[in-house]
């Protein structure tokens, strides 16, 4: 282990109140996203006391968002906080430990290499939902960054993959409402027309040539058995593996259907994105192997390294992962643990959990040194 590196591991474990305090307080205040005020409040505060400039970002649409920046280095290194929780299971997926990781991270980094780096911590969120850092990204929030670093908790410590590109869709079918026993005016049926594009989908899904997933369910189908519906309502969430074969392959030819469907069946049809573009994550090659090899260092086991093809979810961070270098290792916070589970909340908050978190922050900030050593 180099000299800084060792530098940077004896920061870490003087910092690990900090990152303790910061998991126990945001574990035990869960907020959902967009509406994180204790969380962002306390990063904001604990950062202005370690030196960190703080600045809103995005303030209209995410109030919870900042931008905290300290050192006066050229090597631009971010490091992305998330901080939102799930309904009623709370803190089921961590992200009170990434805030935890992230932010010590940030400080010990910043203390160490502030006349090599400039450090960025960003608030981020509403990862579960909207996603903050889609918008982030296509503002330029993230624009010249060296690299942008963020660990993720899980039921193992693992490397590589991707995640699944998603754009979900809701499809409208609009007709005309008419008494069902009424014998001149029959109306116009939106549920036919939307039943004929649910199973005229099925047939489509099978010209799709690379891995997807099509989830879709009915949220509206009517009002009253005797009357014809005139308004009907799904919603699906369409996946891929690459967002070029999304946006450019799958969709056009979904909403394509749905417009000749309707037609057919003389409705209308709105066709709308309820959530925004989340884009496949590209795991940096040369920062995955700098990482993987700093977290074996430290003795962390049974790593997984997963091929580049393989996604279990999708996420925001893929977004910042094409505009700038980016990684998204999980480090193992608890045994055949899946998140969104209540399970998941309690390894969040165990002491494990965070001993873990704080090898993860030891590995990061050694990934950093790295990066100021040998360059990406």
């Not at 904001?44 to 280095?73: C, H, I, M, W």
């Not at 047939?203 to 369910?217: H, M, S, V």
């Not at 909340?345 to 100021?372: F, N, P, Q, R």
């Amino acid at each position: 282990m180099s000299d800084i590196k060792e530098v940077l591991c004896s920061l870490a474990e003087n910092n690990k109140e900090t990152l303790n305090n910061i998991a126990d307080y945001i574990h035990a205040n869960p907020e959902l996203g967009c509406e994180e005020i204790k969380a962002s409040a306390y990063l904001r505060q604990l950062l202005k006391n370690e030196g960190f400039t703080v600045e809103d970002v995005l303030k209209d649409q995410f109030p919870t968002a900042f931008k905290a920046s300290y050192g006066n280095g050229d090597i631009n290194i971010g490091f992305l906080a998330e901080y939102d929780a799930l309904p009623e299971i709370g803190h089921g997926c961590g992200h009170n430990l990434i805030a935890a990781m992230s932010t010590t991270a940030a400080i010990v980094c910043g203390k160490a290499l502030r006349d090599k780096i400039t450090v960025h911590l960003f608030g981020c969120p509403a990862e579960e939902t909207i996603g903050s850092k889609v918008m982030m990204s296509e503002a330029g929030i993230f624009d010249g960054l060296t690299a942008a670093l963020i660990c993720h908790p899980g039921s193992d410590t693992t490397f590589g993959g991707t995640s699944y590109a998603t754009h979900p869709l809701q499809i409208t079918f609009k007709g005309k409402p008419a008494h069902v026993a009424d014998p001149d005016y029959h109306g116009i049926n939106a549920l036919d027309a939307l039943v004929d594009f649910y199973t005229q989908l099925t047939e489509l899904e099978k010209t799709f040539t690379e891995p997807y997933i099509l989830g879709r369910i009915i949220t509206e189908g009517g009002t009253a058995p005797n009357i014809i519906p005139d308004r009907a309502v799904m919603k699906a969430t369409i996946r891929s593996l690459s967002t070029i074969y999304l946006e450019e392959a799958m969709l056009p030819k979904i909403k394509g259907l749905a417009k000749r469907i309707s037609d057919n069946h003389g409705t209308e049809v709105d066709l709308r994105h309820y959530e925004p573009l989340f884009k496949n994550m590209i795991n940096h090659k040369k920062l995955e192997a700098y990482t993987k090899d700093n977290f074996s260092s430290l003795g962390i086991k049974d790593i997984k390294v997963f091929p580049n093809d393989y996604a279990d979810g999708s996420t925001d961070v893929g977004n910042v992962s094409h505009v700038v270098p980016t990684i998204q290792p999980e480090i193992k916070i608890g045994d055949e643990i899946s998140a969104h589970t209540p399970e998941f909340a309690v390894a969040a908050d165990s002491a494990y959990g965070k001993e873990m978190a704080l090898k993860a922050v030891k590995g990061m900030c050694m990934t950093v040194a790295d990066i100021v050593e040998k360059g990406l």
